[in-house]
């Protein structure tokens, strides 16, 4: 069992940046593919990125690349979500998530440990 914790969210205005941070407890986050994925309200809960294990491979949404960037500490059993140029529809909830250290799995069913969400709040 892993146990997962998000902090850093908030309200920013448009183009501006913010980091979350994913803190895990209860088994080394070596052991599993991290992921971030959002949820707007009367959306679908959807991808924003994952990270290998390792730390060696990441994938991104489309509607994220070039201004997110995931990026792990094992030693600190902590993921971090940076966020830049931030755009209104980027609002949402965003979680962490843990899954197989198999594969970095893309599909929400992939991953196993959640957190309990972050607000995300960009306003124009």
């Known amino acids: 069992q892993v146990y997962l914790v998000e902090s850093g969210g908030g309200l920013v205005q448009a183009g501006g940046s913010l980091r979350l941070s994913c803190a895990a407890s209860g088994r080394t986050l070596s052991s599993y593919t991290m992921g971030w994925f959002r949820q707007a309200p009367g959306k679908e809960r959807e991808l924003v990125g994952a990270?290998?294990?390792?730390?060696?491979?990441?994938t991104y949404a489309d509607s994220v690349k070039g201004r997110f960037t995931i990026s792990r500490d094992n030693r600190k059993n902590t993921v971090y979500l940076q966020m830049n140029s931030l755009k209104p529809e980027d609002t949402a909830v965003y979680y962490c998530a843990a899954g197989s250290r198999l594969r970095v799995g893309v599909n929400a069913v992939e991953y196993n440990y959640w957190g309990q969400g972050s607000q995300v709040t960009v306003s124009s």
């Open positions: 990270i290998s294990w390792s730390g060696y491979s990441t």
